[in-house]
C-alpha cells in the first residue's frame, strides 16, 4: 500500500510558512526547512521539485484558507442579510474575536511577504495575490453598498476605498503590533473600524 504523503508535505508547507513569516523568502533556506521539519532532502524534493514550486504551492493554500475564513464568515452572517448594517457589524467583530486574547502577535500575511520581495516571483503568483485583494475589496464594497439600500451616510465617502481599509487595518496592523510586541494591537485597530462603520450610516428617513 503506497504511503500517504499528505501529512509530510502539509507540514513542509506550515514549517516553511512560519519560517518566511519571520525572514522573508530569500532568507529561508531549504537547510532551514529540513531543519525544522526533521526531513531529509529527498523527502523535501519529493513533494517540492524545487524553492520555486514550494513558494506557489504556500500562496495557493493561503489564498485557499483565506477565501475560505471569508465564505465562512460571511456564512456566519448571512442570518442578517435584511439587516446589511449589522451584518457588516457583526462580520467585522468575528475577526474581532478571532484576533482578541493573542499571547503573541499574529506571525503576518504571505501577501506582504510576497509583495515585499516581489522580484523573486512570477506574474502568475503576483496576479493569485491581487486577484484575491480584489476579492476582498468586491466582498466588502458589496456589504457596504447594501448597507446604501436602507441608511445614509452621514459624510460622504468613497465605498470603493473604504472597503480596502480592512485589509488595510490587518497588513498594517500585523507590521505595528510585531514592532511594538503588542498582540492586541489588530483587535483594537478592527474595533476603531467597526466603530466608524456604526457611526458613519444613519437609518433613512
Sequence with gaps: M?????PTRNKILEE???????????GTSIDQILEKTSLTKGAFFYHFK?????????IEEFIRMDLLLMEETLNDTHELKDQPHDRLLKFIQLFIDMFTGLSVP????????YINESNLFDEEI????????????????????NILEQHD???NEDLHSLADTFTVIFEGSFIL????NEPDLTAKQLKHFKNYIQLLFIPKM
Excluded at 50 to 58: E, G, I, Q, R, S
Excluded at 127 to 145: A, C, G, P, Q, Y
Excluded at 177 to 180: G, M, R, W
Aim: net charge positive; aromatic share 4%; hydrophobic share 45%.
Design 106 to 113: 499574529h506571525p503576518g500575511c504571505l501577501y506582504a511577504s
Design 126 to 145: 503576483k496576479k493569485n495575490i491581487s486577484d484575491t485583494i480584489l476579492i476582498w475589496r468586491d466582498t466588502m464594497e458589496l456589504l457596504l453598498n
Design 2 to 6: 503506497a504511503r500517504n504523503g499528505k
Design 153 to 155: 451616510m452621514v459624510m
Design 177 to 180: 503590533s510585531k514592532s511594538v
Design 50 to 58: 524545487t524553492k520555486n514550486d514550494l513558494a506557489k504551492a504556500l
Design 16 to 26: 516553511s510558512k512560519a519560517l518566511i513569516l519571520q525572514n522573508g523568502f530569500a
